[in-house]
Nanobody
Framework: QVQLVESGGGLVQAGGSLRLSCAAS????????MGWFRRAPGKERAFVGA????????FYTDSAKGRFTISRDNANNTVYLEMNSLKPEDTAVYYC????????????????????WGQGTQVTVSS
């Protein structure tokens, strides 16, 4: 079992920055691929980006490329989402998620590719 706790959300003006953190416990963190998703009001949960467990390579949705950066600190069991140049349309509840190594390809751009979820943290970007 893995427990995930997000923090760092808040209210920011358009053009500003926030850094979200997600602290993990309960399983060897380095074995997990970590993802970030968000749910905007009235919309379904959407993929933001992810960082692989082994090589630490990252990939993002198009709207996040160039503005958001995911990193991980395996020594402290934490994954980060650095968000810059924030826009009002980035307003959402942001969730981190963990994907176990299953030995098969998993759909890491979709919620079904993940096994554990945090409770979410609200990000509000004012215009």
């Amino acid at each position: 079992q893995v427990q995930l706790v997000e923090s760092g959300g808040g209210l920011v003006q358009a053009g500003g920055s926030l850094r979200l953190s997600c602290a993990a416990s309960g399983r060897t963190f380095s074995s997990l691929t970590m993802g970030w998703f968000r749910r905007a009001p009235g919309k379904e949960r959407a993929f933001v980006g992810a960082i692989h467990r082994n090589l630490g390579s990252t990939f993002y949705t198009d709207s996040a490329k160039g503005r958001f950066t995911i990193s991980r600190d395996n020594a402290n069991n934490t994954v980060y989402l650095e968000m810059n140049s924030l826009k009002p349309e980035d307003t959402a509840v942001y969730y981190c998620a963990a994907s176990r190594p299953e030995g098969v390809l998993r759909p890491l751009r979709r919620p079904e590719g993940y096994d554990y979820w945090g409770q979410g943290t609200q990000v509000t970007v004012s215009s």
